[in-house]
């Protein structure tokens, strides 16, 4: 159905594998405009309920495409950093969770592909960096804004003008990804966390998601007062009587997504 992802729904996972392995999954304008979709269908359809993103091959993605970026007059290099940060942007707001397993190189485009995730996992063979200075541009599909929020204003600093290519440890050490597993683990981890993550209550999921990223443009007591706003949403659900209940009776909740 798509030329360069693959897409399965298995126990209300989503797995979304973007597959150009021959180009190291290199994001060009299809798979930009085929990410889009399979978000769209994610978003619409009651099945997927969590999403696991990763890359066919030795590389999630490493960065945009350059073979055709080289190509580009400055107009159509515009457009494409737009519908790019656009597509991040909407895996960012809609409300289910998705975890990025990144099993290679996430380079430029593919780190802020998998900084738009909401969960990093990677294997110990994932390499991260934004080597867009290299090629004389700077990150466009939200790297100036995502990176620093996660390691710091320095270290985003560090990363965007060195180049430097870090490894999975480091990526960890600096917040970039929550965790560090075997290649092997990798998946497997992924779909531990993520059927942890649909054990949860979802309304409760979805509405701490949106409030994260909405909350991280704000400042504190306005971030503080989106909370306060949110919170009423789980809080009047049928699953927050049931969830407290389940525990007032020491068993396990049964959650329905009302
Ligand atoms: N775009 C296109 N092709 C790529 C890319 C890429 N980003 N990365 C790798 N490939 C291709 C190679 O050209 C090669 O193709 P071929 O076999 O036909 O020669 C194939 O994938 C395998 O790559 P290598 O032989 O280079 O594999 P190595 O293991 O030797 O090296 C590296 C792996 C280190 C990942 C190396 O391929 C590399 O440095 N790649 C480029 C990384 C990079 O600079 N990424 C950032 C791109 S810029 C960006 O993402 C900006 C985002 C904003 C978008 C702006 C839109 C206008």
Redesign the pocket.
């Known amino acids: 159905m798509y030329e360069t992802i693959k897409y399965e729904i298995r126990d209300n996972i989503a797995y979304v594998t973007v597959s150009r392995p021959?180009?190291?999954n290199?994001?060009s304008t299809t798979v930009l405009t085929e990410l889009k979709d399979v978000f769209q269908k994610i978003e619409n359809d009651p099945e997927a309920k969590i999403v696991i993103l990763t890359g066919e091959g030795k590389?999630f993605v490493?960065?945009?495409?350059?073979?055709q970026?080289s190509a580009?007059s400055g107009v159509e290099?515009h457009d494409?950093?737009k519908f790019?940060a656009d597509v991040m942007n909407y895996m960012e707001a809609i409300d289910k969770p998705i975890i990025a397993a990144v099993n290679g190189?996430a380079?430029?485009?593919?780190c802020?592909l998998a900084m738009a995730c909401d969960i990093r996992i990677a294997s110990a063979k994932a390499k991260f960096g934004q080597?867009?200075v290299?090629?004389g541009?700077i990150?466009?599909?939200g790297g100036t804004q995502r990176l620093p929020r996660l390691v710091g204003k320095g270290m985003g600093k560090y990363l965007i003008m060195t180049a430097e290519m870090i490894g999975a440890d480091e990526a960890c050490r600096l917040g970039l990804v929550e965790k560090v597993v075997a290649p092997e683990e990798l998946i497997p981890e992924c779909e531990r966390i993520a059927k942890t993550i649909l054990s949860k209550a979802p309304i409760a999921i979805a509405t701490a998601k949106r409030v994260i990223n909405k909350g991280a443009m704000l400042d504190v007591p306005a971030g503080v007062a989106l909370e306060s706003e949110a919170f009423t949403v789980p809080f009047c659900s049928e699953d927050r009587i049931e969830g407290m209940k389940a525990f007032l009776e020491k068993r396990e909740a049964e959650f329905k997504n009302r």
């Open positions: 021959e180009a190291l290199a994001i590389a490493a960065g945009a495409d350059i073979a970026m580009l290099g494409m950093i790019g190189f380079l430029g485009g593919g802020e080597p867009e290299n090629l541009i990150p466009g599909f």
